[in-house]
């Protein structure tokens, strides 16, 4: 059974700091790209970082360039993602979820994500 299961969500203030986790089982995910996306009311699924199978490479939306850092543990049987988000603004509030896709196919559309979580709650207050 492919499980990814977010964590981590939560309510900060303006400047502070929160990590997500997503944890991936039933799957080879360690042979997976993985990657963050967002979404907030009224507005498009939109992404935010990408990581390769290997974690060799990262990729980010500008938006979150420099603040948020995107990492990941290919353990045995289950695949950690993670999200380290500092400096966090209002504009950063969403709900977050983690992905995964075939390696190869470009990180940035979302089409391209087989497997979805179903989302953690930011909410950042200004």
């Known amino acids: 059974q492919v499980q990814l299961v977010e964590s981590g969500g939560g309510l900060v203030q303006a400047g502070g700091s929160l990590r997500l986790s997503c944890a991936a089982s039933g799957r080879t995910f360690s042979a997976y790209d993985m990657a963050w996306f967002r979404q907030a009311p009224g507005k498009e699924r939109e992404f935010v970082a990408a990581?390769?199978?290997?974690?060799?490479?990262?990729?980010?939306a500008d938006s979150v360039k420099g603040r948020f850092t995107i990492s990941r543990d290919n353990a045995k049987n289950t695949v950690y993602l993670y999200l380290q988000m500092n400096s966090l603004k209002p504009e950063d509030t969403a709900v977050y979820y983690c992905?995964?896709?075939?390696?190869?196919?470009?990180?940035?559309?979302?089409?391209?994500?087989?497997?979805w979580g179903q989302g953690t709650q930011v909410t950042v207050s200004s």
């Open positions: 990581i390769t199978w290997s974690g060799g490479n990262t990729y980010y």
């Open positions: 992905a995964a896709k075939d390696s190869g196919s470009y990180y940035r559309s979302r089409y391209n994500y087989a497997y």
